[in-house]
T-cell receptor, first 117, second 116 residues
Framework: DTEVTQTPKHLVMGMTNKKSLKCEQHMGHRAMYWYKQKAKKPPELMFVYSYEKLSINESVPSRFSPECPNSSLLNLHLHALQPEDSALYLC????????????????FGPGTRLLVL | AQKITQTQPGMFVQEKEAVTLDCTYDTSDQSYGLFWYKQPSSGEMIFLIYQGSYDEQNATEGRYSLNFQKARKSANLVISASQLGDSAMYFCAMREPRSTGNQFYFGTGTSLTVIP
């Protein structure tokens, strides 16, 4: 089973709201990722968690705050967003094992379409 | 320099025909992985096929095959017998575990339209 789930599917929020995106996987993967994707562009990496610790933060503004409560869950807390933050937010996970090497595949969730008004 | 280059922003193919989507990559690592993903309009990125730098045979998965030419640093995706459901964006990606760990580099994508 290569399923990554994300909630909600769609989110509309004002610039003063606080909301959270959730991501869950039950594949025993130990690396989880947040990406932001604008229309007709490739995904842009935001954060990487490896063994529940933040390992990569790609200079993302502090209005985005990731959290990894356990190895299966990944949250993205949103606060005081701007209209330009409207995008598809994708979560992914990968095995992160000692034998995975270059073969380690990222599996993506269906994404959350975020609109900031 | 771009790590992954996809030079075809849009492609059209007749249903039941084969189509090749181009991907070239740039790395100085000996060990790397190449991946293709499909993204329909619904948004989910679907993993299609993987090719390792040390794999001697071209990868195949059902109607998908990867034409891997290491000396040319190309990893083209071939879709045989195209179906209407193949209409989507296709992204080529690369992983360099030694130098950049978990990070994936994505190309700019190719939008494929299958014509009935």
């Amino acid at each position: 089973d290569t399923e990554v789930t994300q909630t909600p599917k769609h989110l509309v929020m004002g610039m003063t709201n606080k909301k959270s995106l959730k991501c869950e996987q039950h594949m025993g993967h130990r690396a989880m990722y947040w990406y932001k994707q604008k229309a007709k562009k490739p995904p842009e990496l935001m954060f990487v968690y490896s063994y529940e610790k933040l390992s990569i933060n790609e200079s993302v503004p502090s209005r985005f705050s990731p959290e990894c409560p356990n190895s299966s869950l990944l949250n993205l807390h949103l606060h005081a967003l701007q209209p330009e933050d409207s995008a598809l937010y994708l979560c992914a996970s990968s095995q992160q094992g000692p034998s995975s090497g270059e073969r380690e595949t990222q599996y993506f969730g269906p994404g959350t379409r975020l609109l900031v008004l | 320099a771009q790590k992954i280059t996809q030079t075809q922003p849009g492609m059209f193919v007749q249903e039941k025909e084969a189509v090749t989507l181009d991907c070239t990559y740039d790395t100085s690592d000996q060990s790397y992985g190449l991946f293709w993903y499909k993204q329909p309009s619904s948004g989910e990125m679907i993993f299609l096929i993987y090719q390792g730098s040390y794999d001697e045979q071209n990868a195949t998965e059902g109607r998908y095959s990867l034409n891997f030419q290491k000396a040319r640093k190309s990893a083209n995706l071939v879709i045989s017998a195209s179906q209407l459901g193949d209409s989507a964006m296709y992204f080529c990606a690369m992983r360099e575990p030694r130098s950049t760990g978990n990070q994936f580099y994505f190309g700019t994508g190719t939008s494929l339209t299958v014509i009935p």
